[in-house]
């Protein structure tokens, strides 16, 4: 015998069943939309790796090797540019050392002229007579030397007169 109560508890576990199918049903719905989602990001990453690897990853080869290509001849032009400055800096560096010691050589040359230029006029009549001497020394000293060879010729002449002589005079005595 079954009572009403048993009906109705037996029909409200019923009605409870299928309330919790029905909610499982939904989570299982939702879980799967969830899936979905999931698998349909998962799939347009693959496919955009898909994609990377058959399309971008040559492009980016290409981008590197180009990039590869850029930075070498960068470096060329790098030493080349380096070259040509140590050139440039060895030739000025020589041009101003030449500058610099022919300044030094005029200051040189100058610096008399100078030293000449602010002294009191005594000292450069003095300077002016010591050059003179100097030139005189120099003319004087040419005649020495000229007449120095000449005696040496005429010693030497002689020398060789007074032989003949000498020479001569034997042989008359001789005869």
Not at 9 to 28: C, F, I, P, R, T
Not at 103 to 119: D, I, T
Not at 164 to 172: A, G, H, M, W
């Amino acid at each position: 015998v079954v009572t009403r109560d048993d009906v109705e508890e037996s029909l409200k576990a019923m009605w409870q069943y299928g309330k919790d199918k029905e909610q499982l049903l939904k989570d299982l719905h939702s879980q799967i939309e969830e899936t979905d989602r999931k698998l349909s990001a998962k799939q347009s990453e693959r496919d955009y790796w898909l994609e990377y690897k058959n399309v971008g990853s040559k492009e980016q080869a290409d981008k590197i090797m180009s990039l590869e290509k850029d930075i070498k001849e960068v470096k060329e032009d790098l030493h080349r540019t380096r070259e040509y400055y140590r050139n440039a800096l060895t030739a000025v560096k020589e041009e101003k050392d030449r500058l610099l010691e022919r300044h030094v050589e005029l200051s040189k040359e100058q610096a008399p002229e100078n030293a000449v230029r602010y002294l009191d006029k005594n000292i450069r009549r003095e300077i002016e007579e010591n050059k003179w001497l100097k030139e005189e020394v120099q003319i004087y000293r040419k005649k020495v030397s000229d007449l120095e060879a000449s005696i040496q010729l005429l010693e030497e002449e002689n020398i060789g007169l007074v032989t003949k002589l000498i020479d001569t005079r034997l042989q008359i005595l001789g005869v």
